[in-house]
């Protein structure tokens, strides 16, 4: 269940191993939210690994610098991505669509049912499955790829609904910007603006504020909380009239399997995106299942996925609390600790993602 990334990732891995998957998707037509996508070493290495990879960077621009400057443009730090992770896979920008197309290229001869959704779901050593249009199916298992408000982890497991993290965000994608060439993100009171170049003068930007009520935020011209943001923040905002709106949430599920049901990507681990591995986690869960499930009976597999990915992806969202922790301190302290410790804290966020999942 779910088109996105995870679910079309996991179909082209079981393809590859022979195993037939069918795709179930509630969108009727197959247009992926929100702007572009940056895409850390681990998660290169993954699509790589999914047999994606040339495909991928043919249509990505590469970032070897990530840059952090406080909202008037003064330089915090100045990071070398490229030197990090070396040996694991280059950074990519890619615009989120294009990374679909890819996707949807490679899953080509896998069906996709658009336009249905999953209305009723019972386990068993054959999960039976109920869809809207008024079909239903049995299938040896049923997997949730249908991200942050999943259907399936809601019919499966109940309870665990997203949590709100306290910030919400806006996306958007900006053309005529050839001076944009890197990975620059700027720091205010409670704000962030990041730009991300894809490439072309073409620039992916992301937006969030911290707010304990979402609703109050979509109100308003949202564009206003960034005055005083030095350029080219200004003539972005010019070109974000029909920026993605979205809170931020994330997703802790106490279990990520039932009998022959087992959730991935955002639909059993959603995080906030401050360490950019949505995709990568996403992928890796695809790879780490299809492996699992050409080895081993469905039953062992599924408990071998779930001991291997928890402990990788439980990082990985405590790194995006620490975080938020430290952008949220008081300008002046958050700043001197960036300028001193900036490639410190980075790579204690990263370096167990140089590792295999």
Request: net charge negative.
């Given at each position: ?36 996508l ?64 890819a ?50 982890r ?13 910030q919400?965000?806006?996306r ?62 200004p ?10 709106f ?17 959730l ?27 492996e ?66």
């Amino acid at each position: 269940m779910g088109a996105g990334v995870a679910g079309l990732a996991l179909a082209h891995a079981l393809e590859r191993r022979g195993i037939a998957a069918e795709v179930v998707e509630r969108a009727d037509a197959r247009q992926p939210s929100g702007a572009g996508l940056y895409l850390p070493g681990n998660a290169v290495r993954a699509f790589g690994e999914l047999g994606v990879g040339p495909v991928v960077a043919a249509r990505a621009n590469p970032i070897a610098r990530q840059r952090i400057l406080d909202h008037r443009g003064r330089l915090l730090a100045d990071l070398d991505v490229e030197r990090f992770w070396d040996g694991v896979g280059g950074c990519v920008a890619i615009p989120r669509a294009a990374l679909h197309d890819a996707l949807r290229d490679a899953t080509e001869d896998v069906p996709v049912r658009l336009g249905t959704s999953v209305t009723d779901l019972k386990d068993g050593d054959g999960p039976e499955v109920s869809f809207s249009d008024g079909s239903t199916g049995s299938y040896d298992l049923v997997v949730g790829a249908d991200g942050v408000h999943s259907t399936i982890r809601r019919l499966a497991f109940g309870g665990s609904p997203a949590r709100y993290v306290g910030q919400v965000c806006w996306r958007f994608v900006a053309d005529g910007f050839a001076e944009v060439n890197d990975w620059t993100v700027m720091l205010g009171r409670g704000r962030t603006f990041l730009t991300v170049a894809l490439g072309a003068g073409v620039v992916y930007c992301y937006a969030d504020v911290n707010t304990g009520d979402p609703s109050a935020v979509d109100c308003e011209d949202w564009r206003e909380l960034f005055a005083g943001f030095a350029d080219p923040v200004p003539r972005l905002l010019d070109e974000a009239a029909d920026a993605y709106f979205a809170p931020i949430e994330e997703v802790v599920a106490p279990a990520w399997t039932a009998r022959r049901i087992v959730l991935i990507g955002d639909a059993a681990h959603a995080s906030s995106p401050n360490m950019a591995q949505g995709a990568a986690m996403a992928v890796e869960d695809a790879l780490v299942l299809a492996e699992r499930l050409d080895a081993e009976t469905v039953d062992e597999a599924l408990i071998a996925y779930e001991r291997r990915r928890k402990p990788r992806v439980a990082w990985v969202q405590e790194q995006t609390h620490r975080r938020d922790r430290t952008r949220s301190l008081p300008p002046v302290i958050r700043n001197l600790t960036l300028r001193l410790a900036a490639e410190r804290i980075f790579r204690s966020n990263y370096e167990p993602l140089r590792d295999q999942p």
